[in-house]
């Protein structure tokens, strides 16, 4: 007789899901931390006469 | 020299292609795995764990450290911070799939062996795997200077990846639960053509779900390296 086993499947193919989702989001996040990041070194090294000038 | 009109940082991408179409792959086996796969009639529904974690575990060893392993050889002869990347990406990624079948395995087991674990050759040679992976990116934020943190790293990950053709062949070599090899064997795979044809495609989505995480993984790594140059630079 076929055992009725189907909550561990689910189980396993929800836990395959946000392992990969939740890489997949940690590399996203991680890339505009350090896009962030890049973008405050660039407008400190820019010299001064390029900053725009507020209103 | 750079100037004020040039891009200073290659622009973020608007959509990741590659990873969207990878998602959707992965979404389009779950759909025909659990609804349009035959159930095996010994082992129930819990069969289908096969296609998750057999094909995450030939993605994760083989081709992710497989990868990591060659590319730090090649660093350790060309001195290439490209390589470097490639294979500290490759590890990360390889390690993300080995949670993955770390994950799943016992909830087969369970199903099958009656245990969550057990300490068989397999298991636990793939656990210490895991491990060491951990430790060799634990290694790569705890030395400062990009050379000698390659160059540690590309020694500890071929070292690590020496693990996985005896993590392949653990089940010939000692008596273990854990079941032989039904597709990665001399002989023809031994699963029924519509089980084969559902294992086949969650191979290919994986493999490409892997080339994703790659390319985005390498992408956030150059990034950071521009990110230290930068800093290095501005003082």
């Keep these: 007789m076929t055992p009725d086993n189907g909550g561990f499947a689910t189980a396993a193919y929800i836990i395959t899901a946000i392992v990969y989702l939740a890489y997949a989001l940690s590399i996203k996040l991680r890339e505009r931390r350090i896009r962030e990041h890049l973008a405050r070194l660039d407008a400190s090294a820019r010299p001064p006469s390029s900053r725009p000038t507020g209103a | 020299m750079t100037t004020a009109s040039e891009p200073l940082t290659p622009p973020a991408p608007r959509h990741d292609l590659l990873l969207g179409a990878a998602l959707l792959a992965v979404a389009g086996v779950y ?35 497989g990868l990591m392993a060659v590319a730090s ?88 990846s020496l693990l996985v053709p005896f993590i392949h062949l653990s089940v010939y070599l000692f008596r273990t639960l854990h079941p032989m090899p ?34 985005a993984r390498y992408r956030m790594a150059t990034l950071r390296d521009l990110a230290a140059h930068r800093e290095q630079e501005h003082g």
């Design chain 2, 31 to 65: 759909v025909r795995a659990l609804m349009f796969t035959p159930i095996e009639a010994r082992q129930g529904a819990a069969q289908k764990i096969l296609y998750v974690h057999a094909t995450s575990a030939i993605v994760g060893l083989y081709i992710a450290f």
């Design chain 2, 73 to 160: 050889l090649l660093y350790l002869w060309l001195k290439d911070a490209k390589l470097d990347r490639v294979a500290e990406s490759s590890a990360e990624v390889g390690l993300c799939y080995t949670t993955v079948v770390l994950a799943t395995g016992p909830l087969w087991g369970k199903t099958i062996w009656g245990a969550w674990w057990t300490w068989d050759a397999r298991l636990t040679s793939t656990l210490f795997l895991w491990f060491i992976i951990v430790a060799y990116l634990l290694l790569r934020s705890a030395v400062e200077e990009p050379g000698r943190r390659a160059r540690y790293a590309a020694v500890l990950g071929i070292l690590a």
């Design chain 2, 182 to 215: 039904i597709v990665l064997k001399p002989s023809a795979p031994s699963m029924p053509s519509e089980m084969q044809l559902t294992f086949f495609s969650a191979l290919l989505a994986f493999i490409l779900l892997f080339a994703a995480l790659l390319r």
